[in-house]
């Protein structure tokens, strides 16, 4: 049986409500793609039948599991490069230059699934700076607790590792363990990875240097946007940086940032006085 | 694109004709040679690590020597999945690797790090 109006729509409420992520019509594929999985795994033939079952008798664990299943987005390793050159070109040693030899900077990256983003700052970051551990820390946050566990696990998939890491940087940063990689211990030291709600009110973290909030602020409403970026822009050092999904932007959103070249990519800043 | 399996060179050839480009195949590096001294120089070499005749790392190791190729990509795709492998393989000068199996995103990812997507695909 496909999954009926009424499932969808219960889908997508459940989904908006926990996430505020606006799951438009015409995604009922991706609602049955997601949640097929749950649903064989409770026994159940199809979607519809998971989904008016939870929707019947709710219950915590299913009712989290599928807002996961819906928020969580394959991910690769330097996805869209250029805001990753930018950070060893131009933002780091403009922060380093800036702040005393005993400061750490701190790097947020938001929604950042199974660790492919976090990880790959902290590859750059140890592979330009003698002293990563000491000088950079990452904070990597999702809204979905399987993955904030992946992310601490650092351990990725052959299909996984296969899209987009560069050779030398898996042989230099990982090794192999079963038929997975997993990343150094070092890195996994920079890397600390917990959950967060972008769409709730942010926990108490930062100040932050730098933020990497990509191909997330899509997924919202209008208000949901500009909250999330008040949100981030309190969590920021006032000389910051944030970089955004390339499809993505404050213009027309929220006022008070400024948008500068970098590179071949683009990033934000706090305006000041706003 | 260098592998004893056609059907493999069949799918990495498909992968790289979608993207627009022109490729040759070969079944062992001993006829991918061939085919450079013929002089039809590709920006890239795709090739399979265990062939008959002459393997994948023998390949690489014998366009490296010659500075006349010194231009050509090389990426190696193989089921070899060993650590010390991969290492071998990027000693001998290969520039990339891609272990099988792998999905035509992983390709055009890798392509997209090397600088051979070809201008207006987009990931």
């Known amino acids: 049986m496909t999954l009926t109006a009424t499932s969808f729509d219960w889908v997508r409420a459940l989904v908006h409500k926990e996430s505020a992520i606006v799951l438009q019509p015409g995604k009922e594929y991706l609602v049955e793609a997601r949640l097929l999985p749950i649903a064989r795994e409770k026994g159940l033939g199809d979607v519809s039948q998971f989904v008016e079952n939870v929707r019947h008798r709710p219950d915590a664990d299913s009712t989290r599991r599928i807002v996961e299943a819906l928020t969580t987005n394959e991910t690769s390793w330097f996805r869209d490069g250029d805001p990753f050159t930018a950070l060893t070109s131009t933002v780091v040693p403009s922060l380093l230059a800036a702040r005393g030899p005993n400061e750490r900077l701190q790097i947020w990256s938001a929604a950042c699934s199974s660790g492919q983003e976090p990880y790959t700052i902290a590859m750059l970051l140890e592979d330009a700076l003698p002293d990563a551990t000491r000088r950079v820390s990452i904070t990597a946050t999702d809204l979905s607790r399987a993955m904030v566990e992946r992310t601490r696990a650092g351990r990725f998939s052959q299909l996984e590792i296969n899209r987009g890491l560069p050779a030398p940087m898996l042989v230099r940063h990982f090794t192999r363990v079963g038929s997975e990689w997993e990343v150094s211990a070092p890195l996994r030291r920079i890397v600390t990875a917990k959950q967060c709600n972008l769409a709730a009110p942010l926990p108490r973290m930062g100040p932050f240097d730098v933020v990497y909030l990509r191909n997330v602020l899509i997924y919202f409403d209008l208000p949901t946007k500009q909250a999330i970026l008040r949100g981030v822009r309190a969590l920021m050092r006032p000389d910051g940086w944030l970089f955004l999904g390339a499809a993505e932007t404050t213009l027309g959103v929220d006022d008070s940032w400024e948008r500068v070249a970098v590179g071949r990519s683009s990033a934000y800043r706090p305006l000041k006085g706003k | ?123």
């Open chain 2, 1 to 123: 694109m260098i592998d004893d399996s056609k059907v493999m060179r069949r799918i990495v050839a498909g992968i790289l004709e979608d993207l627009g480009y022109e490729v040759q195949q070969a079944g062992h590096g001993r006829e991918g040679l061939d085919v450079l001294d013929g002089g039809w120089v590709p920006e890239l070499v795709c090739v399979d690590w265990n062939m008959p005749v002459m393997d994948g790392l023998q390949f690489v190791s014998a366009v490296r020597s010659n500075p006349a190729w010194r231009q050509v990509t090389i990426m190696m795709i193989t089921s070899e999945s060993e650590h010390c492998q991969i290492v071998r393989a990027l000693a001998a000068g290969a520039h990339e690797y891609v272990i099988k199996p792998f999905t035509a995103d992983a390709i055009r990812d890798k392509l997209a790090l090397l600088g051979l997507l070809p201008q207006g695909v987009v990931l």
